[in-house]
Nanobody, 122 residues
């Protein structure tokens, strides 16, 4: 199994930035597709960004140009740099992993999930 632990969330003002981290343990981290998702109260969970083993990244249109996903394979950690935050970015942010590359829209198909870290933008 893969265990994922998110950190780095918090409360920020609009226009601010945060860096979310996802520490992975368990199976071979480097070969997995890693993603970030978010869920606002009363809304469905949505994909935000993902990175595959060769470093290729893809993003939801709503965050393109503001969010950046990256990974440090030596630390088994994936990051999500979130800039120019807006109140509508307020949500619980979750890290996910899967042995196969998955579209961000196939939320339920991702195999492993963390517990989430809250981001609140006012």
């Amino acid at each position: 199994d893969v265990q994922l632990v998110e950190s780095g969330g918090g409360s920020v003002q609009a226009g601010g930035s945060l860096r979310l981290s996802c520490a992975a343990s368990g199976r071979t981290f480097g070969s997995y597709c890693m993603g970030w998702f978010r869920q606002a109260p009363g809304k469905e969970r949505e994909g935000v960004a993902a990175i595959v083993d060769d470093g290729y990244t893809y993003y939801a249109d709503s965050v393109m140009g503001r969010f950046t996903i990256s990974k440090d394979s030596a630390k088994n950690t994936v990051y999500l740099q979130v800039n120019s935050l807006k109140p509508e970015d307020t949500a619980m942010y979750y890290c996910a992993a899967d042995p196969n590359q998955k579209p961000l829209t196939w939320v339920l198909s991702w195999g492993y999930w963390g517990q989430g870290t809250q981001v609140t933008v006012s």
